[in-house]
């Protein structure tokens, strides 16, 4: 399993599907990205910064179900109507913020612990969203089945991850430095908008990568 073959099959897919995506995921996106502009001019600066991690439980496992639930219907060939997906999604929405919310929890503290055990958080955990959507795992179990079916894969998955990340993150810095704070509301909208929708190219990515290690003989005779 290379890597780069995985990276270009995942911008194949998301080109190719890039429009139904939009439909799905966009305006939800939107959405996120008005209530943490809400919640971030009508708060302190100091005040607890827990409220803005709670605006993106509310949207985040909304629009990320929705598109691991395409994602799984359009490899098996079919083409599910949005308003089924977001149904779909919303059935998930508690499980999938809890998740979520352990998720967040445990990898800001690792990353609080001289960064690198949250970098390996961050990677052990990635399939728990799939397994809890696709598998019907309840939160635990999906983190706990995350960290068995990443066990031997992680400079693989670390090394996708960063591929994606690594440009979104040169380009939210530059976004900034063209366009410093305080920024014009409408603009700011858009740029984070814009950011959080190109992101979701790491949850087909990721996707990609769980299919073909859930599937590979080794992981399935242990989960046997």
């Known amino acids: 399993m290379n890597p780069f073959d995985v990276l270009r099959d995942s ?3 998301f080109k190719r599907n890039l429009l139904q995506i939009a439909q799905l995921c966009l305006p939800l996106v939107i959405l996120e990205a008005l209530l943490q502009q809400v919640v971030d001019h009508s708060t302190e600066p100091d005040s607890f910064p827990g409220i803005s991690v709670m605006v993106g439980l ?4 909304l629009y990320t179900a929705a598109l691991i639930l ?9 083409s ?8 779909m999604a919303a059935t998930l929405w508690p499980r999938f913020a809890l998740l979520t919310a352990l998720n967040t929890l445990l990898i800001l503290l690792g990353l ?3 960064f690198l055990p949250g970098l390996w958080l961050m990677v052990t955990l990635a399939f728990g969203e799939y397994l809890l959507v696709l598998r019907g795992f309840a939160p635990l179990a ?3 089945e995350s960290l068995r079916l990443t066990r031997g894969h992680f400079l693989r998955i670390l090394l996708c991850i960063l591929c994606v990340m690594g440009p979104l993150w040169i380009l939210k810095g530059a976004s900034l430095a ?3 704070e305080p920024q014009n509301a409408l603009l700011s909208l858009l740029i984070d908008s814009a950011h959080s929708f190109l992101q979701l190219f790491t949850t087909v990515v990721i996707f990609r990568l769980f299919m073909l290690i859930s599937e590979s003989p080794d992981k399935t005779d242990r989960a046997v």
């Open 178 to 180: 063209i366009y410093p």
């Open 112 to 114: 609080s612990l001289y």
């Open 11 to 13: 911008l194949y897919f």
């Open 80 to 87: 599910p109507r949005t308003r089924d997906l977001l149904a």
């Open 58 to 61: 509310l949207v985040y496992p």
């Open 70 to 78: 395409f994602l799984d219907a359009r490899s098996r060939g079919e």
């Open 142 to 144: 999906a983190m706990k």
